[in-house]
Structures are given as C-alpha cells and as structure tokens.
C-alpha cells in the first residue's frame, strides 16, 4: 500500500486520509476532484472516497495549492495515509467550519498514526423506537469477516455467510467464494455503494441500540406544543421569498433544540468512564431516514450559533446528499445530541433510543391539528409532541422537564430564534 | 412570451423529482399522472421543497407554499407549469 510520499518540505502540508468513524480503518481514493495546480479553498471538496460503508466526499478546511496526489485511485490505505501534498499558504481554520478531524496537523508525522481523537463512530445510527429483536451482545454474525460485495450478494441471494468457507484475506470471504451455480440467471453486481452501504448499516444500528438498550437507563418526557404561531411566521416568511430559501418547520425545531441545549449544559455531551463530559459545543445529529431503509445521521457543527435558514440550507443538503449516497466529510462530526424528526407522515410521537455516548435524544412527532385549551376556549391548533429520551446517569427528570419548557418557550416565540 | 408543450412540462417535473431522489426513478415510472406523487414514492418535506426549488431553479417559475397542498400529482404540476410559463408569471431569472 502506502508508497513513499515526497518527504514534505518546511512550507509544504500533508493532508491524511481523515478518520470517518471510529470503525473506519481504511478507504481508497475513487475519484481526485482537485488536480496538481488547482488552488483549493475551505469547504471544497478534494476527492471522493469509499469507505467499507459508503462513499464520502472529503472536504478540506484550509486553502493551498495542491503539489501532488499520493495514492493511486482504488489503493486501500489506512487511516491517516498522507494521500495529498499541499504549498504553503494562507491560515485557515474558522471555529465553525473547521472540522479538525479532517485535517491533520502539517507538523506531525506523515505515518500511519491514530486518526484524530474528535471523531468518534459517526454516521450510522438507530432506529428509534424500540427494537423488540435486537442481537446477543456476543454479536455471532459481526465476527464472519466478508467483503462488502459479497455480504451484499449474500444477502440478495439469502444465502447464510456461516456456511460459506472464505478464500480471501484472513479467511474472509469474498464475492468467488459464494455458490454462483446455485443461482438462477446472471445476477448483476450490485449497484456501487447503496446495497453494501445498508447491509452495514443495519449491523451498524443494531449494535450500536443493543449498547444503548443495554447501557444506557433511559427516562423519556414528552411535551406538547401548539405551533400556531411558529407555523403563521413560517408562512409569512415564507411567501416573500424564492422556493430555494423557503424554511421548513424542521429548521427551527433543530434551532431550538441547539439553542435549549446551550442553556442546559447537563444535557449536551457524552457519557464516558462513568461521568458526564460536556461537549464542546452543541452539534446537533440530525436521524434522516433512507427509502431504502436504515438511517444516517449527519451533524450540524455549532447549531445554536447559525442562523435559521443557514440550518435550513444545511438541512437540505444534507438529506439530499444523505438520500442520494453522497455524504459530506463535514457532516461527520461526532455529534452532542441528536434530533429525529418524524415529519409530516410520521407518527405523533416517537420514545427514542439514545445514541451513544450521547445522553439525550430529541423527537418530534408530525404536526397535526389537535384540540387545544388557550383562554378557556377549545380551538384546533397545529401541534406537535416533543419528547426527550435521556440518560439517567447523567441527569434527573427535572433537567429534562427544563429542557423541555425551555424548547416549548422557544418554539412559541419563533421570532426570538 | 414561450410556451411550454405539455412534455415538455412533464419532463421538467421528472427530471425534478429524479434529481432529488434518483433512487425513485424505477418507482417514478409506474406512478399515475393522477397520483399524489410525493406519497408514492415517500417523498416528505424536505425532499418535496427541494424538488420545487429545482422546478423553480430550471424554469424560474415559483410554486406559492400555499399551492403545495393542490400540486402534488405529475398533471397537475404539469398543468401548472404550462399555464404559469403561457400567462409569463415567472421570474425573469432563468430559461
């Protein structure tokens, strides 16, 4: 694999191959989107990547001029692989965008070493409600090593892994090693990453919602709010611009959210060796559902200091590239809480699974008309319920209930987010 | 003043909804003109504001929030577009 790179010069940078998610080991090059010349900026993107689990476009956070690729398209290298030479240039890094785990430092060495720290598993999440027949935690089936594609043929073509002898590295199995006379017809490799990507992926959230089940000693509060108003402010809003910065209900619920989980620190971070550690910030995971099934659940980095339609935008990329397979190395942080939003023809409400080490999890159900009490009088309004899933560990109901009053009050008074 | 024909309104409403969400095409294929589109191919509403501002994007016609409840089926987005880009109603953006 790793070739010997032009040894860096005192101006010359080095960007790694980033750590996508803690399982992550390696990932080949498909396609460099930035040439030997070209004068790159932050937020391009430089190449786009495959992973074991599905293709990433990789981002870079500093501008330079690119000196040179180092590694070949397809060459499997391991995280943190030096795999582009930058010139010098300009400083970079802005407290927003900057997300550190794709960029490695130019003053460390240019090894193999460990990915940065920030990054933790990433991505790929639960579904969230209960799951009634999650896996022993022995986990039997995760320990059969197999290629992507041939966990992918196997399971087109329901065939058990167990019963398959592997020919390949380590006794994997890989795509020759299934029984191709068995089969009717030809069958077609399948399309590049979508069917791995959701095999894995549903390894993935059943792992990871075993743990939690297992772990985590949930409390759930639920909330209900009349949007009247925020949805009249939408509309509002809404009628004096062009379609493309129209704002849906779902940015502002993730606005709140951020902005309630800055004033209720104790619920923002994570659940580690046994205590609470604060985030760093509030980056909001936000669950977006696949039509072909399985969930991934990019994060919005600094979600209560953006403003409502810069939510919005990112909203909309990130379930047009989540739906398309095209995911962004940014939205890869590792997020402080996370938000499942049902929509309009979900269900009115969702007891979510923590993902962790997260402590909190945000639902909300679809908006629907419902008879509401104001003023001694009944009037339908448009109402959704919020419910929070936290950990007990880390807090008590009456922080949760805190939250929830809080998010309540932001939401009523939409013009303040 | 262009005019629209009525293909041509109705491959800017499927090449809108294959952009968005590609993994529909199949499905996209079966839906009848007089089908709620979104329902069928589980649209929500991201995918749905997306699909109009990529409407809006190639023909510089804005779909009102208040029509979204009545353009939901492939005739009657089609419909739409042809009277909105005959009567010159959109923006003098693009196109």
């Known amino acids: 694999m790793s070739e010997t790179a032009p040894p860096p010069t005192a101006t010359a940078r080095i960007f790694k191959m980033p750590s996508l998610g803690a399982d992550m080991e390696s990932a080949a090059v498909l396609e460099w989107l930035v040439q030997p010349g070209d004068l790159v900026q932050r937020g391009d993107v430089i190449a786009r990547v495959e992973t074991e689990k599905s293709d990433i476009d990789v981002e870079i956070w500093e501008k330079g001029r690119v000196i040179a690729h180092l590694v070949e398209i397809g060459e499997d290298v391991p995280v943190g692989t030096p795999i582009l030479q930058l010139g010098t240039s300009v400083e970079s890094t802005d407290p927003i965008s900057a997300t550190p785990a ?130 009249d402010w939408l509309e509002r809003s809404n009628e004096c611009v062009p379609p493309g910065e129209r704002v849906l209900p779902a940015a502002l619920f993730v606005k709140a959210v951020a902005r309630s989980m800055a004033e209720h620190p104790n619920l923002n971070g994570f659940w580690v060796d046994d205590r609470f550690q604060a985030g760093d910030g509030v980056h909001v995971g936000m669950a977006i559902s696949l039509r072909t099934g399985g969930l991934v659940i990019p994060t919005i980095v600094n979600a209560d200091r953006r403003t409502i339609s810069e939510v919005m935008s990112s909203l909309r990329e990130m379930v047009a590239g989540s739906r398309s397979g095209s995911m962004r190395s940014s939205w890869m942080h590792e997020a402080t809480v996370t938000v499942t939003n049902l929509g309009t023809n979900g269900a009115d409400r969702v007891h979510g699974v923590i993902f962790p080490p997260q402590v909190a999890l945000i639902g909300f159900g679809r908006i629907a008309a419902r008879p509401w009490v104001a003023e001694e009088q009944v009037r339908p309004r448009p109402v959704v319920t919020i419910s929070l899933a936290a950990d007990h560990r880390a807090t008590d109901g009456a922080t949760g209930s805190r939250l929830l009053s809080t998010l309540a009050h932001s939401l009523e008074h939409p013009e303040e987010l | 003043m262009k005019t629209l024909t009525n293909e041509a309104a109705n491959a800017i409403v499927v090449e809108a909804i294959c952009a968005v969400a590609p993994d529909t095409a199949n499905e996209l294929a079966g839906i009848g003109l007089d089908q709620d589109v979104f329902q069928a191919l589980e649209l929500d509403s991201m995918d749905h504001v997306n699909v109009i501002t990529r409407i809006w994007e190639e023909t510089g016609i804005e779909i009102a929030e208040r029509d979204y409840g009545r353009l939901r089926t492939l005739d009657s987005l089609t419909t739409f577009l042809i009277s909105a880009m005959g009567s010159g109603s959109e923006r003098p953006k693009s196109v």
């Open chain 1, 102 to 231: 794709v960029v490695a430092p130019s003053s460390s060495s240019t090894g193999t070493g460990p990915a940065p720290a920030q990054v933790r598993e990433r991505v790929f999440i639960p579904e969230p409600v209960a799951e009634h027949d999650l896996p022993p935690t022995s986990e039997p089936a995760r320990d059969l090593r197999a290629s992507p594609l041939a966990r992918s043929m196997a399971s087109a073509l329901d065939i058990d892994l167990a019963t398959i002898a592997g020919s390949g590295p380590e006794g994997a199995i890989i795509a020759r090693d299934l029984p191709f006379n068995s089969m009717e017809g030809t069958v077609e490799a399948p399309a590049k990453s979508q069917p791995v990507a959701i095999d894995r992926m549903r390894e993935a959230i059943a792992t990871r919602m075993a743990r939690a089940n297992h772990e985590i000693p949930h409390y759930h509060l639920e909330r209900d709010v009349d949007l009247g108003t925020a949805m």
